[in-house]
């Protein structure tokens, strides 16, 4: 969903701020390829990484909580269509959530969770005969 509430623009750009600290450069932030989205999508040297954020005011449960088994499908897709388009063969993807709670009365920051590589696609395969971090996903 594309970000239009304030809450969620924070909780992105805590998200990018964090990402920026650990030196990553920002690619894409709200990446869409049909009805498929990545909120920030973001590189190193050795790394791509396709980050999920999720920005709450409640404490009922915590944010990142909130990334299920099909909202991990559904990024896993989208990155996999990203990787293709863009032709990317040498950067190891990685799949971070962040998990941000904002006061809702001044909108400030009061926790950001951020949990690297949170998920693993289960249809995740290497080209084989290569230690290159080649990747590419298949639906079965």
């Known amino acids: ?6 809450i969620g623009i ?3 750009e805590t998200a990018i701020d964090m990402l ?15 009805h498929l989205e ?3 999508i973001a590189k190193n040297r050795q790394t791509i990484v396709f980050a999920e954020v999720k920005a709450r ?33 040498d950067l190891t993807p990685r799949f971070d959530i962040f998990g941000v709670l904002v006061n809702a009365t001044n909108h400030e920051v009061i926790e950001c969770n951020h949990l690297p ?13 290569s230690y290159l971090p080649k990747w590419r996903w298949k639906r079965k």
């Open 38 to 40: 990545v909120d920030i």
């Open 117 to 129: 590589n949170a998920f693993v696609p289960r249809l995740r395969t290497i080209t084989a005969g």
């Open 10 to 12: 924070i909780g992105e």
């Open 57 to 89: 005011t409640s404490t009922f449960k915590r944010a990142e909580e909130y990334v299920d088994e099909a909202k991990k499908r559904r990024v896993t897709v989208a990155a996999n269509a990203y990787i293709r388009m863009h032709k990317i063969e």
């Open 20 to 34: 920026r600290k650990q030196g990553f450069s920002i690619l894409e932030r709200n990446w869409r390829c049909g």
């Open 1 to 6: 969903m594309f970000v239009t509430n304030p």
